[in-house]
């Protein structure tokens, strides 16, 4: 596609449900970021991917937080047994290549858990 | 990275030029420095980088001091669509992650 595509635009889950989050990068782009933006806060980094291997997880906030890239391409994040303060706006981002230079950034996963 | 600080907030008048300060005094010499915006409910956009020289293209300007201690990025006749949320970020050009901070909270008023 044209840009960078995530899904579902909006999910509301129950407090101990497991979610997925999908991003689908724009083709060619080898790098690929997640971030996490809660109500009136700013950007949070999760974790970046250079192809499918990830060398920077620092971000994730628990082990109940982990992201796979497969192919180079497409991207999950799976947060198991959500909590509250796992409500946020969940951004992905790609870039042509590892030097970050221009990031393009999805409209988001808005996530609320009730 | 080096720590970058802006003002939380400014106000610019339609059809002026906005001017967005950013000071980074902790910078190395080749840490480039970022801007991005978010306006409301959107993704973040890319605005402009540069390491040393000015820079312009089609959507600002980045004006870096000769001691690369801060940069200002221009906006020449700022737009209400222009209303956003300013990051100065800055980076070295290796592979990873932006930082971004709190930025600059910018209302260009009618």
């Known amino acids: 596609g044209a840009g960078v595509s995530q899904s579902p635009s909006n999910k509301v889950t129950e407090k101990g449900k497991d979610v997925e989050l999908r991003c689908d990068p724009i083709s060619g782009h080898t790098a690929l970021y997640w971030y996490r933006q809660s109500l009136g806060q700013g950007l949070e980094f999760l974790i970046y991917f250079q192809g499918n291997s990830a060398p920077d997880k620092s971000g994730l906030p628990s082990d109940r937080f982990s992201a796979e890239r497969t192919g180079g391409s497409v991207s999950t994040l799976t947060i198991q047994r959500t909590q509250q303060e796992d409500s946020a706006v969940y951004l992905c981002?790609?870039?042509?290549?590892?030097?970050?230079?221009?990031?393009?950034f999805g409209e988001g996963s808005r996530l609320t858990v009730l | 990275d080096a720590k970058t600080t802006q003002p939380p907030s400014m106000d610019c008048a339609e059809g002026r030029a906005a001017n967005l300060p950013c000071n980074h005094s902790t910078i190395s010499g080749n840490e480039y420095v970022y801007w991005y915006r978010q306006i409301h409910s959107q993704g973040p956009q890319y605005i402009i980088h540069g390491l040393k020289n000015n820079e312009t293209n089609e959507m600002a300007s980045l004006i870096i001091t000769e001691d690369r201690k801060s940069s200002t990025l221009i906006l020449p006749h700022a737009t209400l669509r222009d209303t956003a949320v300013y990051y100065c970020?800055?980076?070295?050009?290796?592979?990873?992650?932006?930082?971004f901070g709190q930025g600059t909270e910018l209302s260009v008023k009618p």
């Open positions: 970020i800055g980076h070295y050009n290796q592979g990873g992650k932006l930082i």
């Open positions: 981002a790609s870039s042509l290549g590892p030097v970050p230079g221009e990031l393009f």
